[in-house]
């Protein structure tokens, strides 16, 4: 049950964290094309920015589970944040 946890969690956390994206991209993009926001969110160097605030959602996730005491499902979002983390600092530092 601790793997599936964990796992329910992991998909939570990465569903939270596109949720939050398309937010960010909806509130702080100038346009109602979403691919349009992107690329200028990746010419100008702003993607990485976007994806920090697209992960705050995760932020809610994490205290539900563990106000609920589902220590395991919270890891997973725990894990899910930092993997979004990492892809965020790649990013940053490839361009």
């Known amino acids: 049950m601790t793997r ?6 992991f998909i ?3 569903i939270a964290t596109v949720f939050g ?4 991209i909806q509130i702080f993009g100038k346009s109602d094309d979403w691919g349009e926001v992107v690329r200028r969110a990746i010419s100008e160097g702003f ?18 589970f563990l106000k609920k005491n589902q220590d395991n499902r919270a890891k997973g979002v725990l894990i899910a944040t930092i993997l979004v983390f990492i892809g965020t600092m790649v990013i940053k530092f490839m361009n």
């Open 4 to 9: 599936k946890d964990i796992l329910i969690g």
């Open 21 to 24: 994206l398309i937010f960010a």
């Open 12 to 14: 939570i956390g990465l």
């Open 47 to 64: 993607l990485t920015k976007l994806m920090s605030i697209g992960a705050l959602l995760n932020l809610g996730a994490f205290f539900l």
